[in-house]
């Protein structure tokens, strides 16, 4: 008697629409497709709230979830088997039967100057005072208030696209954003500098890619373990254990900076005022394998510091709509 084999499994893929998510999840699918030819991989795309709500600081929502609620209860109803996400969106508590299966290997996680063309040649230190510098993230706004208080700080929504047309308008005399981003969308002949861990350490996971499926889908897991970075993974774990630890979401101004230098991690940690006029940080290092024990140590280290302050503060202001 012939047996007859079972035909292989679809595996479904959430995206976002936006064009970056767009470029990011048809990566993972070319990745996957060559790793496992026998699979078809469909891409399937959401729209979330984050992507709606363009009228509104990011922070002022106050959603931990903005770009990802939507994917994931996808996942949870079994519409798609896995979803692609910007880790730096992707909250560090996600809902019960989901889990994060692997991250990819990271892009420069820096963050980068875009500047109208009327300031060619200069750089974000050499602009006039009351220049505006446009960014949606308070991590950035904090920062840069800290380093250049004599510039004119503008929120700024809408996808890369979208803030590239407004800077081009001349809404901003600069732009502040991620590296990985404009590398991705081949756009990076318009990054006028790259700003140093001195000047502005990063978003947690900003750079790498998170997927996210259900955490009893083993098979998905099996395959996701295929494009997993480990190196990427191990920084990205401290990252967002420090993040977790402090209780802080995606929109409030904590910044991190990793390094691996052969089993060694070093992650530096900041908590800032929205306003820059308070700071504190630090730096630990230890065995990467304890990459979410680190990365809950610093928390530790900078609560010691004042970093719970800061932080009741902004989020007393922010539900105050302030």
């Not at 002949?189 to 990063?202: A, G, M, N, S, Y």
């Not at 990793?258 to 908590?271: H, S």
């Amino acid at each position: 008697m012939t047996s007859v084999s079972s035909p292989a499994r679809t595996i479904r893929i959430g995206s976002r629409k936006s064009q970056l998510a767009l470029v990011q999840t048809y990566w993972v699918q070319a990745e996957l497709q060559k790793s496992f030819p026998e699979i078809t991989f469909e891409v399937h795309t959401m729209s979330t709230q984050g992507d709606k709500i363009l009228d509104v600081a990011l922070a002022k929502i106050g959603d931990k979830g903005l770009f990802t609620k939507e994917l994931e209860l996808g996942m949870i109803n079994k519409e798609i088997d896995f979803a692609v996400h910007s880790l730096k969106d992707l909250p560090t508590n996600l809902p019960a039967g989901l889990t994060l299966a692997a991250i990819t290997e990271r892009e420069n996680p820096a963050d980068a100057v875009v500047l109208h063309k009327k300031y060619q040649g200069e750089k974000l230190e050499t602009l006039p005072a009351g220049a505006v510098i446009g960014t949606s993230s308070l991590r950035r706004l904090a920062q840069l208030r800290y380093k250049f208080p004599h510039f004119t700080f503008k929120d700024v929504r809408g996808n890369l696209i979208t803030r590239m047309e407004k800077l081009d308008a001349g809404e901003y005399d600069a732009l502040i954003l991620a590296v990985a981003g404009l590398e991705r969308l081949e756009m990076s002949d318009r990054i006028h500098q790259i700003l140093t861990p001195e000047v502005t350490l990063h978003a947690v996971g900003q750079g790498a890619l998170g997927i996210e499926c259900r955490a009893d889908d083993e098979e998905v897991i099996g395959l996701l373990k295929a494009i997993e970075h480990p190196q990427t993974r191990d920084r990205c774990l401290a990252e967002r254990s420090f993040l977790r630890v402090l209780e802080g979401g995606c929109q409030v101004p904590i910044g991190v900076n990793t390094e691996i230098n052969g089993d060694q991690l070093t992650l530096k940690g900041l908590v800032a005022s929205v306003d820059g006029q308070q700071i504190v940080k630090d730096t630990v290092t230890g065995a990467a394998a304890d990459a979410e024990k680190l990365g809950a140590e610093l928390a530790g280290i900078l609560r010691e510091k004042g970093a719970t302050e800061i932080l009741e503060k902004i989020f007393t202001e922010i539900q105050r709509g302030s």
